[in-house]
């Protein structure tokens, strides 16, 4: 059984426009994938019904072969989300008390959200900032910061929505050599992205949405001569014959 399993899924919004419909899609434990398309087609609310933050006008989403919407707690320590802009889910005073939010709220003994926070903050290199207030980091560290916190949560999965967006180069590189760790650690990765320059040459494969339907999957490899078709801008390697080149060379 497929670690994810998403099943004839329709999200219809309050207006009457569907943000999504009818996909299916399943992903295994260990994948490291990027949901692409352009603006508005669907990609960032799709992967808003993998933990329950969105509900299904019609289908399912299964994790390990239980509904999302039959235990949202479950879904939310199994399925850990990263969106565009870090400040939303920045709530702590420090660095350290913003990675305990979480663990927290799940009602763990004080030494296992100690022990938890001095392991998040070694994997994502904020130990030394550990006192500091999150408004003075910079863009790249604030990232990081919010990955510590969902990674103080134990997730098997993590969901990055646009994660190199407001980043500058070297933030980026950061983040996405940590991006490749966490996947190296054992962790099934999600990217939402429609810079594919930065990631795709890392990433097992590719699923293209245009207006909420998936219109493409498959390996990157195989399908970069038509992303563009779908509004998504080919890596420069890829469109001067170079292959895909890692964006951290």
């Not at 707690?73 to 969106?83: D, I, S, T, Y």
């Not at 660095?95 to 709220?105: L, Y």
């Not at 990765?189 to 949405?209: D, P, S």
Request: include cysteine; aromatic fraction near 4%; charge should be negative.
């Amino acid at each position: 059984m497929s670690l994810i399993q998403i099943k004839n899924l329709s999200h219809v919004f309050p207006d009457g426009s569907y943000g999504i419909r009818n996909i299916d899609l399943s992903i295994e434990a260990g994948e490291f994938i990027v949901i692409a398309g352009a603006n508005g087609s669907g990609k960032t609310t799709l992967c808003r019904h993998l933990n329950g933050l969105l509900k299904p006008t019609s289908g399912d989403v299964l994790l390990d072969g239980l509904s999302v919407s039959k235990d949202l707690l479950r879904a939310r320590q199994m399925v850990g989300m990263v969106f565009q802009n870090a400040d939303t889910q920045i709530v702590g005073e420090t660095v350290q008390s913003d990675i305990a939010f979480g663990p927290e709220n799940l009602g763990l003994n004080r030494d296992e959200i100690d022990a938890r926070v001095e392991r998040v903050l070694n994997i994502v290199g904020l130990q030394d900032l550990k006192h500091q207030k999150p408004y003075l980091l910079s863009g790249g560290e604030k990232k990081r910061l919010v990955i510590a916190g969902v990674l103080a949560m134990n997730p098997r999965i993590l969901v990055f929505d646009e994660p190199f967006s407001n980043l500058d180069y070297p933030g980026g590189r950061q983040l996405l050599q940590q991006i490749i760790h966490l996947h190296e650690t054992g962790h099934t990765i999600i990217v939402v992205t429609h810079e594919l320059e930065k990631v795709i040459a890392h990433v097992n494969r590719l699923v293209v949405i245009q207006n909420g339907r998936i219109v493409r999957s498959g390996e990157p490899v195989d399908l970069m001569g038509e992303v563009e078709i779908y509004g998504i801008r080919e890596p420069c390697t890829s469109r001067y014959g170079q292959g895909l080149r890692s964006w951290l060379i």
